[in-house]
């Protein structure tokens, strides 16, 4: 089972960057597929999750400019992270049935 993130990089404050997640190996449905984040000397927090059937959640400080979504067929997990700031800078990892992706970075430059 193994989950590969791609799309993180740097950009400008209020740009835009796609995050993409694909599970391989996983039989079956996904109930919740999800992304968290971490930045240098902080807790691990969720930024957004999408269960099965389409409901999502999304953290505070995103709301409004992140939007997830998913496709159950390919078992694939997308973030669109919009109008970035710079207290968005950290390194982004999809997570699904208790497996953690291996991290993708993203930086935002003020």
């Known amino acids: 089972v193994q989950l590969v993130e791609s799309g993180g990089g740097l950009v400008q404050t209020g740009g835009s960057l796609r995050l993409s997640c694909a599970a391989s190996?996983?039989?079956?449905?996904?109930?919740?597929m999800a992304w968290y984040r971490q930045a240098p000397g902080k807790q691990r927090e969720l930024v957004a999750a999408?269960?099965?059937?389409?409901?999502?959640n999304y953290a505070d400080s995103v709301k409004g400019r992140f939007t997830i979504s998913r496709d159950n067929a390919k078992k694939t997990v997308v973030l669109q992270m919009n109008n970035l700031k710079p207290e968005d800078t950290a390194t982004y990892y999809c997570y699904m049935l208790s497996i953690w992706g291996q991290g993708t970075q993203v930086t935002v430059s003020s």
């Open positions: 999408v269960t099965s059937g389409g409901n999502t």
């Open positions: 190996g996983i039989i079956g449905v996904i109930n919740v």
